[in-house]
């Protein structure tokens, strides 16, 4: 599975980004997909996944949603209210399971991240 992401960039702090990823290859509707970041220093944590359930970092509920489009093999992510500490590179990630898992080791395909950068 190859996957694609794009959308990133900088935006001031109470500003809006939405990120897309199109998966290409031995990809199903099935497929759980979902957005991971990693800040300097930091390590990678999940934002936001989605299959037949969806789970969102407690940081990012009521800011952040994830959606997928099945025929398109794109998942979208939509970041309303960002916040200086959203700031990271935001990987999209494709899974071989059915299930949305919160964890990254769950995931086996990994796009090439893209910057978001948030201003305060």
């Known amino acids: 599975v190859q996957l694609q992401a794009s959308g990133g960039g900088l935006v001031q702090a109470g500003g809006s980004l939405r990120l897309s990823c199109q998966a290409s290859?031995?990809?199903?509707?099935?497929?759980?997909m979902g957005w991971f970041r990693q800040a300097p220093g930091q390590e990678r944590e999940v934002v936001a996944v989605i299959s037949w359930n969806t789970y969102y970092a407690e940081s990012v509920k009521d800011r952040f949603t994830i959606s997928k489009d099945n025929a398109k093999n794109t998942v979208y992510l939509q970041m309303n209210s960002l916040k200086p500490e959203d700031t990271a590179v935001y990987y999209c990630a494709a899974s071989s399971s059915d299930y949305a898992y919160k964890s990254a080791s769950m995931y086996d395909s990994w796009g090439q991240g893209t910057q978001v950068t948030v201003s305060s």
């Open positions: 290859g031995r990809i199903f509707s099935r497929n759980a």
